[in-house]
């Protein structure tokens, strides 16, 4: 954050820094000792504290997570600050920490990993079912996979309807932007099926298969509320709405095939091998989560601008007084690397996943 976000360091660091600084202490830590612990414990630990260990790690990856969207809550909803030499200053920890739009962000993004890890299970079970490979441990593991994958595929979908009424509240903007909604109904705002912006003219070129108040019932539980469109804010106040809309279009569309596959999934239970299409859609379908889960961070970043801390500063006064090229230099560098990193997990993902139980 000092190197391309000084001047944000600078402004909300007294804040900022102190949830990285409890996530890193807190969180980070417990998950590298343990990890440590687990994979160089196979043959000193007892099998139980070996799977301690492991277990560990997990509720320290979610606690960190915690502790990351708390900050980033503060990034959406900023609470808890006082203004103060010019700058953002910690005043009310405990605001800041119970944060409701963190906490509503919190079960969303929870809800989807456990979504995600679900469908994961179910792609790699179903791949060794094809094979007819370990039938009646792949059997169980699929089941297993299906149940998490049902419930918190469920689970992210009605939590996200209350974090969108949330974001309908705190960030008008953000919706209208999901929506392509550019004028604002006072007694009502319908919801079309079928959109496509047109964001130079500040319109819509197409809209069909509209729900009369269906958008207001969404935001507000009420088919005369009124909703604000995007013309309410300047223009350069409005999130990019094309990007914005899309991504919202994209993560709902794939968290409701979701639920399907699942449900798909649930009747053939008792029939796995005899159902290889199934199988086989299953094995298609483990990019999906991850697909959803990045369409939805985009809503949540994009939607956001102009602001980094919503209402209180914007992203181009937050950047780092440096040239262009330092920035495209360690932007393509960091890519790279990140890139490769990304190469060489998806290739151990694959390795180790077409092996059975025993042998990995």
Known sequence: FGTNWSRYSE???????????????????????????????WNVLS??????CIWLVAGASNLSALWIIIANGF?????????????????????????PFAWQQYVHVLSGAFALAGFFVMGVSSYHLLKKQNVDFFTRSFKLGMVFGL??????????????????????????????LWETHEDGAPMYLLVVPDEK???????????????????HNDFKAPVQGLKDWPAEERPPVML??????????????????????????????????????MIFAIPIPYLAIEAGWVVAEVGRQPWIVYGLMKTADAVSPIVTSQVAFSLVALTL?????????????????KKGPAEA
């Open 337 to 353: 690397l990140y890139a490769l990193l990304g190469a060489v997990d998806i290739f151990l993902l694959f390795k180790y996943a």
């Open 244 to 281: 914005t809309f899309l991504s919202f279009r994209t993560m709902v569309g794939l968290g409701t095939l979701m639920p399907l596959l699942c449900i798909w999934a649930f009747l053939r239970r008792n029939r796995l091998t005899e159902t290889p299409k199934l199988l086989k859609a």
């Open 75 to 99: 990034m959406q909803n900023p609470l808890g600050y006082v203004i103060r030499n010019g700058r953002a200053e910690l005043a009310d920890f405990f605001a800041v920490v119970g944060n």
């Open 47 to 52: 099998p139980k504290m070996h799977a301690l």
């Open 11 to 41: 402004y909300v660091g007294d804040i900022f820094g102190s949830l990285l600084a409890i996530e890193a202490t807190v969180a980070f830590f417990l998950e590298s000792t343990f990890l440590g612990a687990w994979i160089f414990g």
């Open 151 to 180: 419930v918190f595929s469920i689970l992210v979908a009605v939590q996200g309807h209350h974090h969108a009424q949330e974001v309908t509240r705190i960030q008008p903007a953000k919706l209208a932007a999901m929506e392509s």
């Open 201 to 219: 003219n500040e319109k819509n070129a197409i809209e069909l298969f509209g729900i009369p108040g269906g958008l207001s019932f969404l935001a």
